[in-house]
């Protein structure tokens, strides 16, 4: 075993060390690219193509491991000060599919590195004359993080005890190694669609003006939260792998649990994850308008109707689980009569989301209805109804989530009814804000239209501030009116949790095409064209197809290396289950929270 770690150990470092070589190397080829080609061809795929693929799935697996840290450090803090064993076999549990993805994220980094180079090589030189101080930074962020990693996984044990904030410590500064990593990445992509920091003629003026151009925090932000999302849903899918798979009760129980907390992460994270696209998409648009406006009102418009399908699903999906889960606690059923209602608005908000502004018909058709614009769906079609919707949807799952929470707690708070007064009061002033805006947004101009969302916004973050606030000390010390059954969850909920996962996977795929696309002709907006053979936007059937053969990868690298990570399990004593499992029916009904 020893000699296995060191083997990762020494695959790492040797990685590591021919990217700073190449790195080198990079340096000394920017000053003479004279009659070198400005790109080469791949093979059978075509250049474009294998870059695109490659970029996916390291991006893909590189959220996956910057996003899974941030909250398994977070439950390894709650074990550590509850001193409640189970948080801490969570948090191992959740590092260890990170560690087992580590080794695929950094290989796929290198090919991706190698395509640029090698397919891409005036591009990348020029990139190279912009970023090349910071691809030292990188790479030493990189050696960095990956023995912080590698010591924070080995020492779980070494460090427990009297040095357990030694290895808490070692947890938070991979989380900060990490998000270093993720800010310095996320400058070569945003200078790419918002340049600054250089001259009209593209050269160099300011370093620092280049990495933070118009795009770079908002995307930082926009990226931060939904890799935590992509983390939750992936750890999510593993759990209900795990789950479906148990021979034992306890088993079951501890991946019902571990699947529960994924979802849970997941949902946090997705709720506001609206709000920093919002942002994003402001900036895209006060960068340069043709650009907004390519994105959300050009060929890209039929994009945002199968985001807002796939998102739809996501709310719906995330809503039936925890439906679901409310069953296997007892004294939930004084709930379930908020069911209904819930699922009615967001049956409703789907449908109204994913309204096309303009239909795809045929010519009599249109004649038949007088336009492309349908009388009365194309009403619906516009951003005011869909940010309307999209807002009342992230409030019932917000109250869902309120609901499982409380599902078997009664509050002893003398003054637990006038705060649940003033928590629906909250409710209702927020959707009546939302609603407001949403239909005052048809009698303004479109510059004015684009503001109201900001009102929306903060209504709707005003609430979920105000009602957590007060439903933490509401529930301290509450009476239990029973023990979560743990592990009797229906198995239809866990293959909600794959559809989950898999849906997210896939939505971040097209975002990463829509943020892409919108550069159109140019690799660096406006500074550097595209002048290859391929330079066209691949129509968006082409590019769904492509995006999905792509996902489909993805899980099948995913599964094969969990089934290698399972490989050194088997024949060990469950070293960390015995005692830290949660409990199923008898057991403890405590719940993260």
């Not at 960095?144 to 044990?157: C, H, K, Q």
Request: net charge positive.
């Amino acid at each position: 075993m020893a000699c296995d770690r060191w083997n990762k150990l020494v695959c790492l470092a040797l990685f590591a060390a021919v990217v700073l070589v190449l790195l080198a190397t990079l340096s000394a080829g920017a000053q003479d690219t004279t009659g070198e080609p400005a790109y080469r061809s791949f093979p059978v795929l075509g250049s474009r193509l294998a870059v695109w693929a490659v970029a996916q799935l390291h991006l893909n697996f590189a959220a996956f491991i910057l996003g899974v840290p941030i909250f398994a450090v977070i439950i390894e803090i709650i074990g550590w000060r509850t001193r409640d064993a189970r948080y801490d076999w969570l948090s191992h549990e959740f590092v260890k599919l990170t560690f087992a993805a580590f080794s695929t994220t950094a290989l796929l980094g290198a090919l991706l590195l190698f395509l640029f180079v090698g397919y891409y090589p005036r591009f990348w030189t020029y990139m190279t004359s912009i970023f090349f101080p910071t691809y030292w930074i990188y790479a030493l962020l990189f050696f960095a993080e990956t023995f912080i990693v590698y010591l924070w996984y080995y020492g779980w044990d070494w460090l427990s005890g009297p040095r357990k904030w030694i290895h808490v410590g070692l947890g938070v500064l991979a989380n900060l190694v990490g998000t270093s990593i993720l800010v310095v990445a996320n400058s070569w992509v945003t200078f790419m669609i918002s340049p600054g920091g250089v001259n009209e003629a593209g050269q160099l003026t300011s370093l620092g003006a280049a990495i933070n151009n118009f795009t770079w925090m908002p995307i930082n932000i926009h990226r931060l939260i939904a890799n935590i999302v992509f983390g939750g849903t992936i750890a999510g899918a593993y759990a209900a792998f795990k789950f479906l798979s148990a021979e034992t009760d306890e088993e079951r129980a501890r991946y019902d649990w571990m699947g529960y907390v994924g979802n849970f992460v997941a949902i946090s994270a997705f709720i506001v994850l609206p709000f920093a696209g919002y942002w994003l998409g402001r900036e895209i648009y006060a960068f340069n308008q043709t650009m907004g406006i390519t994105m959300m009102g050009g060929f890209m418009s039929w994009l945002w109707i199968v985001q807002a399908i796939l998102i739809g699903i996501l709310f719906l999906g995330s809503n039936y689980y925890l439906w679901l889960g409310m069953e296997r606690i007892p004294g939930s059923e004084r709930y379930r009569k908020f069911v209904p209602p819930m699922l009615f608005i967001l049956v409703i908000g789907f449908l109204i989301w994913a309204t096309p502004r303009s239909m795809v018909v045929t010519l009599d058709e249109a004649r038949a209805m007088g336009g492309t614009h349908h009388p009365i769906l194309g009403f619906l079609g516009v951003m005011s109804a869909k940010n309307t919707v999209v807002n009342l949807m992230i409030l019932t799952t917000f109250l869902s989530y309120i609901l499982y929470r409380r599902a078997n707690r009664i509050s002893t708070r003398s003054w637990a009814g006038m705060a649940m007064a003033v928590q629906w009061a909250a409710f209702g002033v927020a959707a009546v804000i939302v609603v407001f805006y949403g239909v005052y947004g048809y009698f303004v101009e479109s510059m004015v239209r684009i503001g109201f969302s900001v009102y929306q916004v903060l209504a709707v973050l005003a609430c979920i501030v105000l009602v957590m606030a007060i439903d933490i000390p509401l529930f301290r010390g509450a009476r239990s009116t029973g023990t979560i059954r743990w592990g009797t969850i229906a198995a239809r909920s866990q293959y909600v949790l794959i559809i989950l996962a898999v849906t997210f996977t896939w939505l971040m795929g097209l975002m990463g095409f829509a943020r892409s696309g919108i550069r159109q002709h140019w690799h660096v907006y406006g500074i550097l064209r595209d002048t290859s053979p391929e330079a066209v936007t691949p129509a968006l059937g082409y590019a769904a197809n492509v995006i999905t053969v792509i996902t489909v990868v993805f899980f099948a690298l995913v599964m094969f290396i969990f089934w290698l990570g399972g490989l050194g399990e088997k024949g060990k004593a469950k070293a960390h289950g015995q005692a830290a499992a949660p409990a199923i029916a008898g057991g403890s009904d405590v719940r993260p929270s």
